[in-house]
């Protein structure tokens, strides 16, 4: 008789910013600078996430801009990358290999929303995230625990049926 059993993986998203080597930087700061937002647009940006259920917290205000750039694309996550990551979390991979990481992710779930908060702690925020089939994935957010609080890390979750083997 087989038996299934749920498995569950976490995979580490290593969607971030250039790392040093890979980054030129004269280019580098004015495209980071240029791509950050007003204190006004902040504040906007704030309100609408509150307004999506995204929690007042560090971790809230990262993923719910994590997601936003995701869903808007390419063009906005590479920004939102080189802006949000913190510095440690970028070095080993470069820019080009998380814009592909990112371009996988997006062909495969299309635009993300907030399904529900599942846990929120001011560093770390577990949410499901509804994807374009509607279907809910597990995705962590982890932000520094300091000023300027920028992102740690992104994983997700995903569960797989087998016999003790990864479906992937």
Excluded: C, N
């Amino acid at each position: 008789m087989l038996r299934m059993m749920a498995v569950g993986l976490t995979i580490s998203l290593a969607l971030a910013g250039p790392a040093a080597a890979d980054s030129k930087p004269a280019a580098a700061k004015p495209a980071a600078a240029a791509a950050k937002p007003s204190s006004a647009a902040k504040d906007s940006a704030r309100q609408a996430a509150l307004r999506e259920g995204w929690p007042d917290t560090r971790a809230g205000e990262r993923a719910s801009g994590w997601v936003e750039a995701f869903s808007t694309g390419e063009a906005a996550m590479k920004a939102y990358l080189a802006e949000a990551m913190a510095p440690k979390s970028l070095e080993g991979r470069s820019l080009h290999q998380r814009v592909e990481s990112y371009r996988s992710l997006r062909e495969k779930y299309g635009k993300l929303a907030l399904g529900s908060v599942e846990k929120s702690t001011p560093e770390e925020l577990t949410v499901k995230l509804m994807d374009a089939s509607g279907e809910l994935h597990t995705f962590v957010f982890t932000v520094q625990p300091e000023a300027p609080y920028q992102l740690v890390s992104v994983g997700i979750k995903e569960w797989s049926h087998g016999h003790g083997l990864f479906g992937h």
